[in-house]
Structure formats: C-alpha cells, structure tokens
C-alpha cells in the first residue's frame, strides 16, 4: 500500500491544450484536457508567472499541444492591485481603511498592502474570495 500511494504521487497527470495560446497568455485547466503522457516527455511549454501565480505559455501553443505532466494550482484569493479593506479590531473598537494589494496572497498568508496614503505594512489575509 505504501509504495502504490508513493506510485500515485508521483505520477502527475499530463495534459493536452484544447485552445490556441499565444505567448503570455493563462492558461487555466479548463483550457486542457487529461491525455496519456508520451515519452519522451516534451519540454516545459507553461510557466509560473510570479506576479499572478498563474501559468503562462513559454511560446505560442496551438490547441492539441501536448503539455506533459501539468499541476494546476488555484490561484490566490488576492491578487496583485485588488482594492482590499484592511479591519483592525482593539477591544470593541474598529477601524477600517481600504488598501491595494502589493503581492498575491491566499487564506492566511501575511502580505503587503498600500493604504490610500501611501503607507506600507504587512497584514494577514482572512476571507479573501474572487
């Protein structure tokens, strides 16, 4: 049992693109479909763009492009220039200010956020949501 669930892991599932993308461009796995990995396995055609957290195509890719093994992760809740409210809450007082997100961030994770001002903290994001 142990080495099918190791088996199982490692295994990733390979997809094939249904949808012309051009260089740049998302690529969401509502654009691919699940297909038999062929050997060899083709170079990476995605990658991970860092600012959307989101994968990209390396090149233009036609539909039918085999992708290999791809892993799709969902995106974060926040994303880079969301208008987000910052809450803090002392005692029974609360104050609210609305901010722009510097960086991605999901459930949880601490990120940096712009106030209308100018100014520039950490804050956690709890019950983000697109």
């Known amino acids: 049992m142990f080495g099918l669930a190791i088996a199982t892991m490692l295994a990733s599932p390979c997809r094939t693109l249904i949808v012309k993308r051009a260089s740049g461009e998302a690529v969401a796995i509502e654009d691919t479909i699940a297909a038999p990995c062929s050997r060899p396995v083709p170079l990476p055609k995605l990658r991970l763009d860092p600012v959307s957290q989101r994968l990209v195509a390396k090149q233009d890719l036609q539909a039918g492009a085999p992708l290999g093994p791809v892993l799709f992760s969902t995106p974060p809740a926040i994303a ?16 609210a200010r609305k ?22 903290f950490a804050a956690p994001a709890v019950g983000g949501g697109r």
């Open 80 to 95: 880079v220039g969301d208008r987000v409210a910052i809450v803090a809450r002392i005692g029974h007082t609360m104050v």
């Open 99 to 120: 901010a722009t997100a510097l960086q991605p961030a999901r459930d949880g994770q601490r990120f940096f956020v712009r106030t209308d001002d100018g100014a520039v």
